[in-house]
Antibody, heavy 120, light 109 residues
Framework: EVRLEESGGGLVQPGGSLRLSCGASGFVFRASWMSWVRQAPGKGLEWLANIAYDGSAKYYVASVRGRFTISRDNAKDSVYLEMDNLRVDDTAVYYC?????????????WGQGTLVTVSS | ELVLTQSPGTLSLSPGETATLSCRASQSISSSYSAWYQQRRGQAPRLLIYATSTRATGIPDRFRGSGSGRDFTLTISRLEPEDFAVYYCQQYDSSPTWTFGQGTKVEIK
């Protein structure tokens, strides 16, 4: 069974930083692209970033490019999201997802999410 | 920039009825890259349909996806109580970017 478990969320002040982690199990992590998707309270889903199976390629949505960094450690079956210069509108539940392995560019597995609150 | 517009915003139906959800893209998209997700209250989203019409593992055949070009549809037949949820379409373009629609809520009438 595929499992994704996020951690690292919490309360942070505007301008602060936070590092989210996602531990994976139940599949060959080193062969999978991974992604982060967020959902602001009461709002829809927003794709944030993808990382290639070996970390060689990374893609970001424009609103977080330069502030957020996605990375991975295949030895630990983990993917990370480093978030800097956080803003109030970054408040959201952050989901770790596994990108489709079939080339259809969808998010086939999701974690339960971790809540990030940016507030003074 | 790819924009996805879902309609209607809210669909009020009774169990047993059929729901028809629409997703229109701002530009033509390959049918390989159109997907739908269900999000029940308090839960993470889950993949329902990918490649326009292929059901994900464990998804009942009451869920059917269709479409091409700019217009894609999710049809849910014989609504069950557990189907009342929010549904999101998602598409990919070669920028590359992955884009979600704003969601359609299917509620009990």
């Amino acid at each position: 069974e595929v499992r994704l478990e996020e951690s690292g969320g919490g309360l942070v002040q505007p301008g602060g930083s936070l590092r989210l982690s996602c531990g994976a199990s139940g599949f060959v992590f080193r062969a999978s692209w991974m992604s982060w998707v967020r959902q602001a309270p009461g709002k829809g889903l927003e794709w944030l970033a993808n990382i290639a199976y070996d970390g060689s390629a990374k893609y970001y949505v424009a609103s977080v490019r330069g502030r957020f960094t996605i990375s991975r450690d295949n030895a630990k079956d983990s993917v990370y999201l480093e978030m800097d210069n956080l803003r109030v509108d970054d408040t959201a539940v952050y989901y770790c997802t596994r990108v489709s392995t079939t080339g259809y560019e969808n998010f086939e597995s999701w974690g339960q999410g971790t809540l990030v609150t940016v507030s003074s | 920039e790819l924009v996805l517009t879902q309609s209607p915003g809210t669909l009020s139906l009774s169990p047993g009825e059929t729901a028809t959800l629409s997703c229109r893209a701002s530009q033509s998209i390959s049918s390989s890259y159109s997907a739908w997700y269900q999000q029940r209250r308090g839960q993470a989203p889950r993949l329902l349909i990918y490649a326009t019409s292929t059901r994900a593992t464990g998804i009942p055949d009451r869920f059917r996806g269709s479409g091409s070009g700019r217009d894609f549809t999710l049809t849910i037949s014989r609504l069950e109580p557990e189907d009342f949820a929010v549904y999101y379409c998602q598409q990919y373009d070669s920028s590359p970017t992955w884009t979600f629609g704003q969601g359609t809520k299917v509620e009990i009438k």
